[in-house]
């Protein structure tokens, strides 16, 4: 070795790489490892976490569906510890109650197409076919002064609710209560086909429903109810009326005002149902009918033929009464007195308890002796006289 020598030496020391890389090798593996647990763990807990989230804001959005359904059947809370989705799920809880609430005043059918239609309701109306009914309570003025205000209140509301589950059961739709009276459209705020078959379905479901009724309280020692019921079809208005704070969704028109002439002229005759022409002529097939007279109701100069649909059971003789009365009548129209007198005394009564036959001949008693300068065969407000 010379110290004065400027070359440099090299030591290289040659070890195997496995010696070297071997542990480097172990700790990426114990990092990756580890780095796909926390990624898949993180992936476990961020799922819990979304679904903690998601589940019930999809559990909102069908109640929420089905609210705009008015499907309004109440649900408990839902139970999460996120605060926003509690204020949202108890803001649905009052919506439902709310529109719950709202239904009892308005027609669920008019109220689920606002909804559907996302329109604000506002003053206005439309032309169209509807059929109308309406019902009354006979005598109900005595009625009320033989009953205490809240019995008569309680009394008044079960059957209330037995008219209107007639009304709703045979898709009606129930406008309004006025007094003791109930008044029903079909065909309207949606298209019924069969309007007219439904109305007098309905009808019929009144009478029975206060025959059970008055069963059922004849231990409570209070009257029994009777009812008279109206029923037309015909153009009509149909639409909100009211102001811009308040709304009522009913029918205007000559249609509407004869029906309610209908149903006050059974105290004339002494009937349930009385229908008009119209009615008569769509569903003559599906319930026993019969002729009362040719009119011309109070506030309408046109004359219509009347028809009382008959709710008797025992209609034995109502083929041969309607044969009958048809020849009697058609000699009354003419202003055959004696003649119809003579018949109508013979004449078979459709069912018991009739009173019709009795009415015509007090008629034809007093126009034999009193004649009216004018007779077309229609009886009108001004012939009550004869009634």
Same mark, same amino acid.
């Given at each position: 070795?010379?110290?004065?020598?400027?070359?440099?030496?090299?030591?290289?020391?040659?070890?195997?790489?496995?010696?070297?890389?071997?542990?480097?090798?172990?700790?990426?593996?114990?990092?990756?490892?580890?780095?796909?647990?926390?990624?898949?763990? /993180?992936?476990?807990?961020?799922?819990? +976490?979304?679904?903690?989230?998601?589940?019930?804001?999809?559990?909102?959005?069908?109640?929420?569906?089905?609210?705009?359904?008015?499907?309004?059947?109440?649900?408990?809370?839902?139970?999460?510890?996120?605060?926003?989705?509690?204020?949202?799920?108890?803001?649905?809880?009052?919506?439902?109650?709310?529109?719950?609430?709202?239904?009892?005043?308005?027609?669920?059918?008019?109220?689920?197409?606002?909804?559907?239609?996302?329109?604000?309701?506002?003053?206005?109306?439309?032309?169209?076919?509807?059929?109308?009914?309406?019902?009354?309570?006979?005598?109900? *003025?005595?009625?009320?002064?033989?009953?205490?205000?809240?019995?008569?209140?309680?009394?008044?509301?079960?059957?209330?609710?037995?008219?209107?589950?007639?009304?709703?059961?045979?898709?009606?739709?129930?406008?309004?209560?006025?007094?003791?009276?109930?008044?029903?459209?079909?065909?309207?705020?949606?298209?019924?086909?069969?309007?007219?078959?439904?109305?007098?379905? $309905?009808?019929?479901?009144?009478?029975?429903?206060?025959?059970?009724?008055?069963?059922?309280? =004849?231990?409570?020692?209070?009257?029994?109810?009777?009812?008279?019921?109206?029923?037309?079809?015909?153009?009509?208005?149909?639409?909100?009326?009211?102001?811009?704070?308040?709304?009522?969704?009913?029918?205007?028109?000559?249609?509407?005002?004869?029906?309610?002439? +209908?149903?006050?002229?059974?105290?004339?005759?002494?009937?349930?149902?009385?229908?008009?022409?119209?009615?008569?002529?769509?569903?003559?097939?599906?319930?026993?009918?019969?002729?009362?007279?040719?009119?011309?109701?109070? /506030?309408? =100069?046109?004359? *219509? $033929?009347?028809?009382?649909?008959?709710?008797?059971?025992?209609?034995?003789?109502?083929?041969?009464?309607?044969?009958?009365?048809?020849?009697?009548?058609?000699?009354?129209?003419?202003?055959?007195?004696?003649?119809?007198?003579?018949?109508?005394?013979?004449?078979?009564?459709?069912?018991?308890?009739?009173?019709?036959?009795? +009415?015509?001949?007090?008629?034809? =008693?007093?126009?034999?002796?009193?004649?009216?300068?004018?007779?077309?065969?229609?009886?009108?407000?001004?012939?009550?006289?004869?009634?």
């Amino acid at each position: 070795f010379n110290a004065n020598s400027e070359k440099i030496w090299h030591i290289t020391i040659i070890v195997p790489a496995s010696d070297v890389l071997a542990p480097l090798r172990s700790l990426s593996m114990r990092i990756l490892f580890l780095t796909v647990f926390i990624l898949i763990l /993180g992936l476990l807990i961020a799922r819990y +976490l979304s679904q903690k989230i998601s589940l019930p804001i999809i559990k909102l959005s069908k109640e929420a569906q089905e609210i705009t359904q008015l499907k309004l059947t109440p649900k408990p809370l839902l139970k999460t510890r996120i605060k926003e989705i509690r204020y949202m799920d108890k803001s649905l809880s009052n919506m439902r109650s709310s529109l719950a609430s709202f239904q009892l005043y308005v027609p669920s059918t008019l109220v689920k197409k606002l909804l559907h239609s996302g329109k604000i309701a506002k003053v206005g109306g439309e032309y169209q076919r509807i059929t109308i009914l309406f019902s009354d309570i006979k005598g109900f *003025t005595k009625l009320a002064e033989m009953i205490p205000p809240i019995q008569l209140m309680n009394y008044l509301s079960e059957y209330f609710q037995l008219m209107t589950d007639a009304v709703l059961i045979h898709q009606g739709v129930l406008d309004k209560y006025i007094g003791d009276a109930v008044m029903a459209l079909w065909n309207t705020p949606l298209p019924d086909k069969d309007h007219i078959l439904h109305a007098c379905q $309905t009808a019929v479901c009144m009478i029975e429903r206060v025959t059970l009724f008055n069963a059922n309280n =004849q231990n409570l020692e209070l009257p029994e109810l009777a009812l008279r019921i109206g029923i037309h079809s015909g153009e009509a208005i149909v639409g909100n009326v009211g102001s811009a704070e308040r709304l009522s969704f009913t029918a205007l028109g000559d249609s509407v005002n004869l029906a309610s002439r +209908l149903e006050d002229i059974n105290k004339i005759y002494e009937t349930q149902i009385i229908v008009s022409q119209s009615i008569f002529e769509e569903v003559q097939n599906h319930f026993p009918f019969r002729l009362l007279d040719e009119v011309a109701v109070r /506030g309408k =100069q046109e004359s *219509t $033929t009347i028809y009382e649909l008959i709710t008797a059971q025992d209609l034995s003789n109502l083929k041969q009464h309607i044969q009958e009365f048809h020849q009697a009548f058609a000699c009354y129209q003419k202003g055959n007195w004696d003649e119809s007198l003579k018949l109508f005394i013979k004449l078979t009564p459709a069912y018991p308890g009739d009173r019709l036959a009795a +009415l015509y001949r007090k008629r034809c =008693q007093l126009l034999a002796k009193k004649p009216p300068q004018f007779w077309d065969g229609i009886w009108r407000d001004k012939n009550k006289f004869y009634s």
